[in-house]
């Protein structure tokens, strides 16, 4: 028997550990790989040789597979590194490929968003070049919800709910003063405002709050924004608006207090939106103007994680175990929604040519004309992915995962 790689790159989410878990279960069904490592740190991992032998937790820790499926962010570790291309520095591709020889090495399942499906093209690229017979092949998970090809991606779920919950929160803290207030919350999201858009689910039948949501995909006009808080302020006293970090003006220019560079894939690192708009606000208005930037709280926040989310994210998984018993290489792992009521799907694969290096954007039709709001179409795609809660193990009035030491410096 063979043996198989996994590693996981980008930001970490709820779900990522759960696409893991679903590659061992789908092993134990298949029995198809002798012995499954985990590469630490994504494909530095294998750069530097540090694997973990995933098949030796399963047989010593009682559960790992269903502890390790509500165990948030990434088991494994992440990196944040840009393979260069195959023309640029073949040497690179040998050593991995090399690696893959040494150990023996069938399959290699890459858990990622955008920048990781990146590097299972030119994996299975490179394989497809010299003839190698090792399969590369993708599992999403991105909170960003911009995978092309998919209905939704593993994590975003979960974020999604940890948005409308922490926005209707929000809406409860603010109304208990009966003064004038607007309060902005910054939401991740730099080029497509899936995530921004769930702040709409936090809507109640006592509570239109957020009443505007601006996300990337339309220019935010200032002036128009301003007019809408000063018509909300005549007929209420809190006005709570939702944006996307990512906002561009017409000419887009980002709406942020500033712009620090871009990162190692050429993306732009964006700081302060909200309070950007907050400043913009203050000037514009005399009432309070607070902003609130949620920034990473929402990856990883298990407590409020979805049932449904966690339960996909294991079955796309489990699927990308069973292509590679077919042999399939280059593809990402899709999730194609078949029914909204009752929320039905499949799981399926596509080309990651079409997938790589591509952003599916929150389409225009599901954004209100103003570009303030989201429509109710967008509420009918959004309601069936942050459905149900897991168990999650509680000690000391504290939720528990598994032990990642492994990841510290001291074991690197």
Not at 102 to 109: L, M, W
Not at 206 to 223: G, M, N, R
Not at 399 to 410: F, K, R, S, V
Request: aromatic share 8%.
């Amino acid at each position: 028997m063979k043996n198989c790689i996994i590693a996981q790159s980008g930001g970490p989410t709820v779900a990522i550990n759960a696409s893991l878990a679903g590659v061992l279960k789908g092993n134990e069904q298949s029995h198809q790989f002798g012995t499954i490592y985990g590469a630490l740190n994504g494909i530095t991992g294998i750069l530097n040789d540090r694997l973990l032998n995933l098949s030796e937790k399963i047989d010593t820790i009682p559960n790992f597979i269903e502890k390790l499926k509500v165990t948030p962010a990434m088991y494994l570790g992440s990196c944040r590194y840009k393979l260069p291309t195959i023309e640029s520095d073949p040497h690179t591709y040998q050593r991995i490929f090399d690696y893959f020889h040494e150990k023996d090495i069938d399959t290699f399942f890459y858990i990622g968003g955008n920048d990781s499906m990146d590097t299972v093209l030119k994996l299975s690229d490179y394989a497809a070049k010299i003839g190698s017979d090792v399969k590369v092949i993708g599992i999403p998970k991105t909170i960003d919800n911009d995978l092309c090809h998919t209905d939704h991606t593993p994590g975003f779920g979960s974020a999604a709910k940890y948005i409308a919950s922490t926005i209707r929160e929000i809406a409860h803290d603010t109304f208990i003063y009966a003064i004038k207030s607007v309060t902005i919350v910054e939401i991740m999201g730099r080029d497509a405002g899936w995530l921004t858009a769930a702040a709409a689910l936090a809507r109640t039948e006592y509570s239109t709050a957020p009443q505007l949501i601006y996300l990337p995909e339309v220019a935010f006009d200032k002036d128009a924004c301003i007019r809408d808080v000063k018509a909300l302020l005549e007929k209420t006293n809190n006005v709570i608006i939702a944006i996307s970090e990512g906002i561009r003006d017409s000419k887009g220019n980002y709406v942020s207090a500033a712009e620090a560079g871009n990162d190692t894939f050429g993306h732009s690192q964006l700081s302060g939106a909200g309070k950007a708009l907050e400043y913009i606000l203050k000037d514009a208005l005399s009432v309070k103007v607070r902003s609130v930037e949620v920034n990473v709280l929402q990856r990883c926040a298990s407590h409020l994680a979805s049932l449904t989310d966690l339960n996909e994210s294991m079955a796309l998984g489990e699927k990308a175990c069973e292509l590679s018993t077919e042999g399939a290489s280059g593809v990402m792992v899709t999730v194609n929604r078949t029914s909204d009521a009752p929320y039905t799907t499949e799981i399926g694969s596509f080309d990651i040519h079409n997938i790589a290096n591509e952003v599916r954007n929150v389409p225009r039709e599901w954004i209100n004309e103003a570009g303030n709001d989201v429509t109710d179409e967008m509420i009918t795609y959004l309601r069936p992915l942050i459905a149900g809660e897991p168990e999650i193990t509680f000690e000391d009035g504290l939720p528990t995962y598994l032990n990642i030491a492994h990841l510290l410096p001291e074991h690197q």
